[in-house]
């Protein structure tokens, strides 16, 4: 049974570009949370999908947005990319009413230069 | 806002030590409280949880008491390896308005033990 993917595995984009980030959740999960990761910091929470609807969200701008589809994957999009974007990005994924045990993906290192 | 602090690192200890990392909270209302474990090279895995005030959360020889009275959830050890040198991080979640939970992680601790 394979865990969380994230795809790609790192990603180099330039000032002001946009970036499409990918999980697909542990077979049987149907809630995807993302977050950002800077070097040496704890993640922080950027925001929940649950029945393909954005749950909760953490204190990022607009420019962070998600979507999750039927077979309960999420794509994580930032536009207008900043040098302070450049940090690992974690995609985490529950049981139904089991929200607190989250399954870590392996992330997404994001470069931006 | 809900925050977590939990102690600076890195801890270095010998092999057979005991283990302490503080970890302590704010937050509103009732959080679940967690530490999660990050191994070299490898993603972010749950260690223990506790869901309410007193209960204990144990697992792999760590153990974490929810402590309402003073906002901790204090990582202990008895007698640490060299296979738990990763970084700890002291979490908490609440429920939202909108179904779904606020996540907060602290910094993370850096342990290393040598042999």
């Known amino acids: 049974d394979a865990g969380v993917t994230q795809s790609p595995t790192h990603l180099i984009k330039t000032r002001g570009q946009q970036v499409t980030l990918r999980c697909s959740p542990k077979?049987?999960?149907?809630?995807v949370s993302w977050y950002q990761q800077a070097l040496g910091q704890g993640p922080q929470f950027i925001f929940q999908?649950?029945?393909?609807?954005?749950?909760q969200r953490g204190n990022f701008p607009d420019r962070f947005s998600g979507h999750q589809f039927p077979n309960y994957s999420s794509e994580l999009n930032v536009n207008a990319l900043l040098l302070g974007d450049s940090a690992l990005y974690l995609c985490?994924?529950?049981?139904?009413?089991?929200?607190?045990?989250?399954?870590f993906g392996p992330g997404t290192r994001l470069t931006v230069t | 806002g809900n925050s977590v602090t939990q102690m600076e690192g890195p801890v270095t200890l010998s092999e057979e030590a005991f283990l302490t990392i503080n970890c302590t909270y704010t937050?509103?209302?009732?959080?679940?409280l967690f530490w999660y474990v990050q191994y070299p090279g490898e993603g972010l895995q749950l260690l223990l949880k506790?869901?309410?005030?007193?209960d204990k959360g144990s697992n792999k020889g760590f153990e974490a008491t929810y402590r309402k009275e003073t906002t901790s959830f204090h990582l202990e050890k008895g007698s640490v390896q060299v296979s738990d040198s990763a970084v700890y991080f002291c979490?908490?979640?609440?429920?939202?308005?909108?179904?779904?939970?606020?996540?907060?992680f602290g910094p993370g601790t850096r342990l290393s033990v040598l042999p």
């Open positions: 985490a994924s529950s049981l139904p009413g089991g929200l607190w045990e989250q399954y």
């Open positions: 077979s049987g999960h149907d809630t």
């Open positions: 999908y649950y029945e393909e609807e954005e749950r």
């Open positions: 937050a509103t209302g009732y959080p679940s």
């Open positions: 506790a869901t309410k005030a007193d």
């Open positions: 979490a908490l979640s609440d429920e939202g308005d909108n179904y779904g939970q606020n996540f907060v």
